[in-house]
Nanobody, 131 residues
Framework: EVQLVESGGGLVQAGGSLRLSCAAS????????IGWFRRAPGKEREGVSYISSSDRSTYYADSVTGRFTISSDDAMNTVYLQMNSLKPEDTAVYYC????????????????????????WGQGTQVTVSS
């Protein structure tokens, strides 16, 4: 059974930091890219950051570049999203997802509000940034 389990969300003041984790199981870890997406109330889903399965290249939405860092621990089948300098507009439910490399490329090309679907999704973790 494929599982993606997010953790690390919470309530933080503006300017603070959180680290989200995405623990994966049930699929060939090295065959899938991992992405972080978020959805705020009343807004479209937004792609935040992705990490390639092939060479661990990383990608970021403009809105988080310089503040968020995605990384992977391949021994633990876990991807992290370090979020610094958080802003109230970062408030959302954050999801991790897995897809093959082609879907990653399609997603990066299409932009952060892409409707391309990824293969597997976690249940989400709430991040709330207070002003």
């Amino acid at each position: 059974e494929v599982q993606l389990v997010e953790s690390g969300g919470g309530l933080v003041q503006a300017g603070g930091s959180l680290r989200l984790s995405c623990a994966a199981s049930g699929f060939a870890w090295n065959d899938y890219a991992i992405g972080w997406f978020r959805r705020a109330p009343g807004k479209e889903r937004e792609g935040v950051s992705y990490i390639s399965s092939s060479d661990r290249s990383t990608y970021y939405a403009d809105s988080v570049t310089g503040r968020f860092t995605i990384s992977s621990d391949d021994a633990m089948n876990t991807v992290y999203l370090q979020m610094n300098s958080l802003k109230p507009e970062d408030t959302a439910v954050y999801y991790c997802a897995a897809a093959d490399e082609l879907r990653l490329i399609e997603t990066v090309v299409a932009g952060p509000t892409t409707t391309w679907e990824w293969d597997y999704w976690g249940q989400g973790t709430q991040v709330t940034v207070s002003s």
